[in-house]
């Protein structure tokens, strides 16, 4: 059964301390990995999309990388405004590729 | 590129009444639309899949005739709750799958509230 776990659930941070949220997933055949960040009481924004191990993507302190089994988003020097959930989702295999959501990782960023 | 926009953004309505939602693409074709719902502090929750020209795909407990979708276009899909009741109030958010791609991408959302 295709899956995607996110870890951690939540995460706290003091600004400028760098970390990294994971995605791991288990699918079938992947059709491209997705990150989005979520705030609140908006839609999902798009971030980003990997498609083969080794992939990396960049946009001002995030960083997305993939392997064969997962994919980290790196956030360096984060600021408060980084703060939202970031959510990890993969294509089914099905024909209109409804997403596999994970869970989440809530990150707070702390001045 | 690759925006989604929503209309309204908020709605109040009364209870029993229909209300319309509209979902577009603004700048690329859309092969497939979803349709979401999310509640406070909790995930996405899948409601329907549309494609352009066909009926609507509904997740298992979702009502058909109660959350009508129509895609009839590649940029425009829009959800009806008719007979809205205070229990439908929710955040609903559509996203459509870019054509040629597995990319999908989230309109703002639609405060649905129901008195």
């Known amino acids: 059964e295709d899956q995607v776990t996110q870890s951690p659930e939540a995460l706290r941070l003091q600004e400028g301390e760098s970390s990294s949220l994971n995605c791991s997933y288990t699918v079938s055949g992947l059709r491209g990995l997705f990150w989005y960040r979520q705030d609140p009481g908006k839609g999902p924004e798009f971030l980003f999309t990997l498609y083969s191990a080794g992939e990396e993507k960049e946009k001002e302190r995030l960083k997305a990388t993939l392997t064969k089994k997962e994919s980290f988003l790196h956030i360096t020097a984060p600021k408060p405004e980084d703060s939202a959930t970031y959510l990890c989702a993969v294509p089914s295999m099905d024909s209109n590729y409804q997403l596999i959501w994970g869970a989440g990782t809530k990150l707070i960023i702390k001045p | 590129g690759a925006v989604v926009s929503q209309h309204p953004s908020w709605v109040i309505c009364k209870s029993g009444t229909s209300v319309k939602i509209e979902c577009r693409s603004l700048d690329f074709q859309a092969t497939t639309m979803f349709w979401y719902r999310q509640f406070p502090k909790q995930s996405l929750m899948l409601m329907a899949t549309s494609n352009e020209g066909s009926k609507a795909t509904y997740e298992q407990g979702v009502e058909k005739d109660k959350f009508l979708i129509n895609h009839a276009s590649l940029t425009l899909s829009t959800l009806t709750v008719t007979s809205a009741h205070p229990e439908d109030s929710s955040f609903y958010i559509c996203?459509?799958?870019?054509?040629?791609?597995?990319?999908?991408?989230f309109g703002p959302g639609t405060r649905l509230t129901v008195t």
């Open positions: 996203s459509a799958r870019k054509a040629g791609t597995s990319e999908q991408y």
